[in-house]
Nanobody, 118 residues
Framework: VQLQASGGGLVQPGGSLRLSCAVS????????MGWYRQAPGKQRELVAS???????NYADSVKGRFTISRDNDKKTVYLQMNNLKPEDTAVYYC?????????????WGRGTQVTVSS
C-alpha cells in the first residue's frame, strides 16, 4: 500500500485547507479510509473516516468543520477543513483501515503538516 498525503500548510485561525491522499497498491473502492492526525507530544488520533459507500464519521473535535470525501476513479481521499483552530495543528495522515479492529493497512509515511497560527 502506498499513501501520499498533500495539501497541508500554514493557515490563520478560521481559515480552510483541503488535504488530498493518493492511494495505490490496494483495491481502493472497497476499502474503508481514514484521516488521522498527530500533534506534538500526543498520540495519533482518527479524525474522520469514510466507508466504501461514502458514509462518513468524525471525531467530536472536528464535527461540523471537517468533511471527508473520496473519488474512487482517482483513488483519492480528501479532507476539507474549515474554521481551523490552533488545536488542529498536527501532522495529518491517511490510511486504509479495518473498522472492526481499527487496524491500518499501510505505512504512515511523512503525512502533511497543518499549522494553524496567527
Amino acid at each position: 500500500v502506498q499513501l501520499q498525503a498533500s495539501g497541508g500548510g500554514l493557515v490563520q485561525p478560521g481559515g480552510s485547507l483541503r488535504l488530498s491522499c493518493a492511494v495505490s497498491g490496494i483495491t481502493f473502492r472497497i476499502n474503508f479510509m481514514g484521516w488521522y492526525r498527530q500533534a506534538p507530544g500526543k498520540q495519533r488520533e482518527l479524525v474522520a473516516s469514510i466507508t466504501p459507500t461514502s458514509t462518513s464519521n468524525y471525531a467530536d473535535s472536528v464535527k461540523g468543520r471537517f468533511t471527508i470525501s473520496r473519488d474512487n476513479d482517482k483513488k483519492t481521499v480528501y479532507l476539507q477543513m474549515n474554521n481551523l483552530k490552533p488545536e488542529d495543528t498536527a501532522v495529518y495522515y491517511c490510511n486504509a483501515r479495518d473498522p472492526s479492529n481499527s487496524r491500518v493497512f499501510g505505512p504512515w509515511g511523512r503525512g502533511t503538516q497543518v499549522t494553524v497560527s496567527s
